[in-house]
């Protein structure tokens, strides 16, 4: 299947610095990814769609301001977490699709975020 | 938008045994519906997914049924082994390729 991969996999950073996340397909081009947050023993949670050449769209109650994204590229997306808290701290991951629909989701390794 | 509700949340069950774990979606226009098999601090893997035009779909020792019309689906694992034990997903989606996840469901084997 196709290849999703995210980097980095463990970060580590002090409060009010920021964070990115790279989302990248490897063989093939996305035009849309997606970001979900997941809490330990809890479900994926979506916060936004990245859509390559324009503003992503966030779901309700995910700040646009502190979860910055940005899909340049058709196999490139990240996320960028400003002024990081400790309740920022979470495991972060993309996923992608080949073009068409419906068609499976592929995910990167997931980021696991913590803020010290 | 989409709600899909997922049950049991933890479910043990003997090696051998079967396993059987249900969801519920919302949206009548949901027309796509992957399962996920989730290990720990790792990616959620496809293990099955159905589409709106097909009522059951067989892939080994495992199997998902949907029902249209009562907006529900569930996933059965036969003969269930160790390495099954795991969090399992469902989840749904009307357009996109957006999902929207149940709750999930820790699944464990035990010997």
């Known amino acids: 299947g196709a290849v999703v991969s995210q980097h980095p996999s463990r970060v580590i950073c002090k409060s009010g610095t920021s964070v990115k996340i790279e989302c990248r397909s490897l063989?093939?081009?996305?035009?849309?990814m997606f970001w979900y947050r997941q809490f330990p023993k809890k479900s994926l949670m979506l916060m936004a769609t990245?859509?390559?050449?324009?503003?992503?769209?966030?779901e309700q109650g995910v700040e646009k301001d502190k979860f910055l994204i940005n899909h340049a590229s058709l196999t490139l997306s990240t996320l960028t977490v400003t002024s990081a808290h400790p309740e920022d701290s979470s495991f972060y991951i993309c996923?992608?699709?080949?073009?068409?629909?419906?068609?499976?989701?592929?995910f990167g390794q997931g980021t696991r975020l913590t803020v010290v | 938008g989409e709600n899909v509700e997922q049950h049991p949340s933890t479910l043990s069950v003997q090696e051998g045994d079967s396993a059987v774990i249900k969801c519920t979606y919302s949206d009548s226009a949901s027309n796509y519906f992957p399962w996920y098999k989730q290990e720990l601090g790792k990616r959620p893997q496809l293990i099955i997914d159905?589409?709106?035009?097909?009522g059951e779909k067989k892939d080994q020792r495992i199997a998902v049924t949907l029902n249209k019309t009562a907006k529900h689906f569930s996933l059965h694992i036969t003969e269930t082994q160790p390495e099954d034990s795991a969090v399992y997903f469902c989840?749904?989606?009307?357009?996109?390729?957006?999902?929207?996840f149940g709750t999930g469901t820790q699944l464990k084997v035990e010997l």
């Open positions: 063989d093939f081009q996305a035009t849309t």
């Open positions: 990245s859509n390559e050449g324009s503003k992503a769209t966030y």
């Open positions: 996923s992608a699709s080949e073009p068409g629909f419906p068609t499976e989701a592929f």
């Open positions: 989840a749904s989606t009307g357009g996109g390729n957006k999902l929207t």
């Open positions: 159905i589409r709106s035009n097909v």
